[in-house]
């Protein structure tokens, strides 16, 4: 199979996040993704695009989210880049921790983790977050 490339370029709106599941359906259905990974990778691409609109970019219009979905062949790899100030995971309060069980968010790098095969996130040189998620086929 040839390597195909999806690239996106969307506004920081909430309304973004559905435009880039779409895509992501439309990702999965391409490359005959079980039901199962379909319905993983729809979750991880809500996570991490919910996060770079809201945490990123803070709902900022003019800011926008880059998301790419590469079909390499054996695996699919997603990234989403924002333009905001960053973050370390490793700061973000474990959402399993009894203390945060009620809490109604902060599980969305937990889902990513869960629903990818890897995640990673670097700071762009010029400037922003980008997380990349790695889905084996």
């Given amino acids: 199979m040839t390597d195909e490339t999806t690239e996106l370029v969307l506004p920081s709106r909430v309304e973004s996040i559905a435009e880039a599941a779409a895509a992501a359906d439309e990702v999965a259905r391409r ?21 770079a609109v809201l945490h990123g970019n803070k709902q900022d219009a003019r800011l926008s989210v880059e998301i790419t979905f590469a079909d390499t062949g054996a695996q ?3 990234t989403v880049r924002d333009r905001g100030a960053g973050f370390d ?17 902060g ?9 990818m095969d890897e995640v990673e996130w670097t700071r762009h040189p010029e400037g922003g977050t980008v997380v990349r998620m790695t889905k084996k086929k």
């Fill in 76 to 78: 699919l790899v997603v």
């Fill in 31 to 51: 490359l005959a993704l079980s039901e199962e990974a379909a319905y993983g990778l729809d979750l991880a691409v809500r996570e991490a695009v919910t996060n």
């Fill in 107 to 115: 599980r969305g790098i937990l889902f990513m983790r869960s629903f």
């Fill in 89 to 105: 995971p490793a700061h973000v309060a474990d959402p399993t921790d009894p203390q945060n069980l009620l809490k109604a968010s």
